[in-house]
């Protein structure tokens, strides 16, 4: 296909699944001026646009949402950086991996939004713990998925390499580490979804900042249209980030077809 | 003994050894004050505190509460989104009207929209039963989608030829093969059900563990926080090998 077409196709096809988006706002826009409910449980999209806008303007979005995308990058990334370095630390070595084992598997499975309290014990409130709890829900799951990708490295890779002369310095970043990526990718995507929720369930629970405080005290004064404005836009914002990844993950692993395909928006 | 064993064998024998290291280092570390007290309570104080609530059956409660929460939204989040991802897989019209939503969602944080569950449902259970169907229906509809859309044509047309009706289609063979990739995000969802429960019980009280923890640590008992934080990771172990054991007693027939 030409490029033309192409984008005229992509095009197209962003109009056909943005129109039940705007189906969905006008049912909203109905309900509400036909005052089918209580305006006060649900404002009217024009009044939450309205307060979107305004708070826009009042660069009230822009202070909090920075601090919130500032915790929650830094907890992704270093949660990313040591639970790649963990993962490959627990293939490489049998030793470290069995006394590690029973630690990750216990706190994967702790609901990690329990360590919040703790956190606020520990840290008070603000920037660190939000950071701590972003960063162990971040860990976990990218310690999982490299050392899976690591272990499930074929054979016949290793050995062709080894043939050829590679040495086993050079075996980890050529074979092994490359061999992960679709994993370390998948494991991304996941740790990106639990940054958003774990920043801002530490800034409603410890924080007296950030998008969360934000929505959590709108939402305590009433003045609920603030509140939707603030909601919708941490939605688009984590819908952006998430398309991001995508496509990055897209451009990086072209040379993977699964990789790509099992990104597809359709699967988790 | 084959090496097989010998290898699980170390392998128990290593971790034993780590999860004890691990609580002799909280004690030690206790005991020595590396930290004050109300920060770092020794284990033996915690395990103290733990016995006590589970004699005075506040944890009992607690946990319940929680537990019944939890599962709740979980079973509703299953039952729609398993119905939502058939109709979506099977029906072009709804596919084209629920899909851009679905897209919206799934990525979205949903413990943002707390407050409004709170304005329109209350404070009590129901809003945290909704919420928790909520965060945990979007994984549900798109596994449930992408299996309904992988069940081979073939398998159907034989159906169909052989005399099935449509709707019999739809439970005897669309909705069996749909069961390994439904039960696979259903281990998705119940983390993210766990996860939700606690932290709205944190977020807006009304009882239940995520409240007591948040209580705890607000006249800072430390203990309790520790105490309910060891319970909370032996729930999700729990949960966890629970579904293990399920899935290779009911679905071994589906290569995973």
């Given at each position: 296909m030409k490029k033309p077409d192409r984008?005229?196709?992509s095009a197209k096809r962003g109009v056909v699944r943005i129109v039940p988006l705007i189906l969905f706002g006008l049912a909203w826009h109905v309900v509400c001026s036909a005052g089918l409910v209580n305006r006060d449980f649900l404002p009217a999209p024009a009044a939450v646009a309205a307060a979107l806008a305004d708070l826009f303007k009042g660069g009230e979005i822009a202070r909090n949402l920075t601090i919130t995308l500032f915790r929650a990058t830094v907890g992704l990334v270093l949660g990313a950086i040591c639970g790649i370095w963990i993962g490959v630390m627990m293939a490489r070595s049998r030793r470290f991996r069995e006394y590690v084992t029973p630690i990750v598997g216990g706190t994967y499975s702790l609901p990690k939004s329990a360590l919040i309290p703790l956190f606020a014990l520990?840290?008070?409130?603000?920037?660190?713990?939000?950071?701590a709890a972003v960063f162990l829900a971040c860990l976990l799951p990218m310690i999982v998925n490299t050392y899976h990708g690591v272990v499930t490295t074929p054979k016949v890779l290793v050995w062709?390499?080894?043939?050829?002369?590679?040495?086993e310095r050079e075996l980890w970043p050529r074979i092994f580490i490359r061999n992960a990526l679709?994993?370390?990718?998948?494991?991304?995507?996941?740790?990106l979804g639990f940054s958003f929720v774990l920043a801002i369930s530490a800034e409603m629970i410890a924080s007296t900042n950030g998008i969360g405080k934000l929505i959590f005290m709108y939402g305590e004064n009433g003045t609920y249209d603030y509140m939707f404005a603030a909601i919708v836009c941490i939605v688009i914002v984590a819908f952006f980030a998430d398309r991001v990844l995508i496509l990055l993950t897209r451009r990086l692993l072209v040379w993977h077809e699964s990789a790509v395909a099992e990104l597809d928006a359709r699967r988790p | 003994m084959n090496p097989l064993e010998a290898r699980t064998d170390a392998l128990a024998w290593r971790?034993?050894?780590?999860?004890?290291?691990?609580?002799?280092?909280?004690?030690?570390?206790?005991?020595?004050?590396?930290?004050?007290?109300?920060?770092?309570?020794?284990?033996?104080?915690?395990?103290?505190?733990?016995?006590?609530s589970i004699l005075d059956g506040t944890l009992a409660a607690d946990l319940s509460l929680s537990l019944a929460r939890a599962i709740c939204g979980l079973v509703l989040a299953t039952a729609g989104g398993v119905i939502l991802g058939l109709l979506m897989a099977r029906n072009r019209m709804v596919d084209w009207l629920v899909d851009p939503l679905v897209a919206l969602g799934f990525p979205a944080p949903k413990i943002a929209f707390i407050p409004i569950f709170i304005l329109w449902f209350g404070i009590e259970s129901l809003s945290k039963i909704l919420l928790v169907m909520f965060a945990c229906i979007f994984p549900v509809i798109i596994g449930t989608y992408s299996a309904a859309r992988a069940v081979s044509r073939q398998f159907i047309w034989s159906a169909l030829s052989l005399g099935s009706s449509r709707s019999s289609v739809f439970l005897?063979?669309?909705?069996?093969?749909?069961?390994?990739?439904?039960?696979?995000?259903?281990r998705i969802a119940v983390p993210v059900g766990l996860i939700t429960t606690f932290t709205a019980e944190m977020v807006a009280g009304g009882g239940g563990m995520g409240a007591t923890l948040i209580y705890s640590q607000r006249f800072f008992e430390s203990p309790t926080?520790?105490?309910?934080?060891?319970?909370m990771l032996a729930i999700g172990l729990m949960f966890d090998a629970a579904m293990r054991r399920f899935q290779s007693r009911f679905l071994r027939w589906a290569e995973s």
């Amino acid at each position: 296909m030409k490029k033309p077409d192409r984008l005229l196709f992509s095009a197209k096809r962003g109009v056909v699944r943005i129109v039940p988006l705007i189906l969905f706002g006008l049912a909203w826009h109905v309900v509400c001026s036909a005052g089918l409910v209580n305006r006060d449980f649900l404002p009217a999209p024009a009044a939450v646009a309205a307060a979107l806008a305004d708070l826009f303007k009042g660069g009230e979005i822009a202070r909090n949402l920075t601090i919130t995308l500032f915790r929650a990058t830094v907890g992704l990334v270093l949660g990313a950086i040591c639970g790649i370095w963990i993962g490959v630390m627990m293939a490489r070595s049998r030793r470290f991996r069995e006394y590690v084992t029973p630690i990750v598997g216990g706190t994967y499975s702790l609901p990690k939004s329990a360590l919040i309290p703790l956190f606020a014990l520990w840290f008070g409130i603000g920037n660190i713990t939000s950071i701590a709890a972003v960063f162990l829900a971040c860990l976990l799951p990218m310690i999982v998925n490299t050392y899976h990708g690591v272990v499930t490295t074929p054979k016949v890779l290793v050995w062709s390499a080894e043939a050829l002369g590679t040495g086993e310095r050079e075996l980890w970043p050529r074979i092994f580490i490359r061999n992960a990526l679709p994993d370390i990718f998948t494991g991304l995507r996941i740790a990106l979804g639990f940054s958003f929720v774990l920043a801002i369930s530490a800034e409603m629970i410890a924080s007296t900042n950030g998008i969360g405080k934000l929505i959590f005290m709108y939402g305590e004064n009433g003045t609920y249209d603030y509140m939707f404005a603030a909601i919708v836009c941490i939605v688009i914002v984590a819908f952006f980030a998430d398309r991001v990844l995508i496509l990055l993950t897209r451009r990086l692993l072209v040379w993977h077809e699964s990789a790509v395909a099992e990104l597809d928006a359709r699967r988790p | 003994m084959n090496p097989l064993e010998a290898r699980t064998d170390a392998l128990a024998w290593r971790s034993a050894v780590s999860i004890l290291l691990f609580i002799a280092l909280w004690e030690v570390a206790a005991r020595v004050h590396v930290a004050p007290a109300i920060l770092l309570p020794p284990f033996s104080i915690v395990a103290e505190q733990l016995w006590r609530s589970i004699l005075d059956g506040t944890l009992a409660a607690d946990l319940s509460l929680s537990l019944a929460r939890a599962i709740c939204g979980l079973v509703l989040a299953t039952a729609g989104g398993v119905i939502l991802g058939l109709l979506m897989a099977r029906n072009r019209m709804v596919d084209w009207l629920v899909d851009p939503l679905v897209a919206l969602g799934f990525p979205a944080p949903k413990i943002a929209f707390i407050p409004i569950f709170i304005l329109w449902f209350g404070i009590e259970s129901l809003s945290k039963i909704l919420l928790v169907m909520f965060a945990c229906i979007f994984p549900v509809i798109i596994g449930t989608y992408s299996a309904a859309r992988a069940v081979s044509r073939q398998f159907i047309w034989s159906a169909l030829s052989l005399g099935s009706s449509r709707s019999s289609v739809f439970l005897h063979v669309i909705l069996p093969a749909c069961y390994p990739r439904i039960f696979t995000t259903f281990r998705i969802a119940v983390p993210v059900g766990l996860i939700t429960t606690f932290t709205a019980e944190m977020v807006a009280g009304g009882g239940g563990m995520g409240a007591t923890l948040i209580y705890s640590q607000r006249f800072f008992e430390s203990p309790t926080v520790f105490a309910y934080i060891v319970v909370m990771l032996a729930i999700g172990l729990m949960f966890d090998a629970a579904m293990r054991r399920f899935q290779s007693r009911f679905l071994r027939w589906a290569e995973s």
